[in-house]
């Protein structure tokens, strides 16, 4: 291949990936924090579950069948595999509102920094 084509050729997947990640490709699924509306979005275990309050024995509302989620805000609640008590509260993919514990969430920290407490 001619150096004219392998530059045509990057210049066109660099304006691939691009386009994908302004419109919410996987490589925007990396990304993990709060955003401008003070919301965290972040990426998430598939099939967490949302429960109606802060602990795995409340009733299960939903779960989150996507991979990148967004997240109203954050409390204490009972600990869980994640080695704290923080669970994340977002409306689930069936359109109900839940609690998902932190464990199934990819932030760094919990509580994620800048995201209001509920």
């Known amino acids: ?16 990936t691009a386009g994908l990640t302004a419109i919410g490709s996987p490589a925007s699924a990396a990304e993990c924090g709060v955003r401008s509306d003070g919301r965290l979005y972040c990426s998430n275990k598939a099939g967490a579950k949302g429960y109606a309050d802060r602990s795995y024995r409340s009733a299960t509302r939903g779960t989150l069948v996507t991979t990148f989620s967004w997240f109203q805000c954050w409390g204490h609640g009972d600990p869980h595999p ?8 977002t409306q ?27």
């Open 1 to 16: 291949m001619n150096l004219r084509r392998k530059l045509t050729v990057l210049a066109m997947t660099t304006a691939l």
């Open 82 to 89: 994640g080695g704290n008590d923080i669970w994340y509260w």
């Open 92 to 118: 689930l993919d069936n359109g109900a509102w839940g609690n998902v514990p932190a464990v199934d969430v990819s932030t760094g920290q919990d509580p994620a920094p800048g995201l209001r407490e509920c």
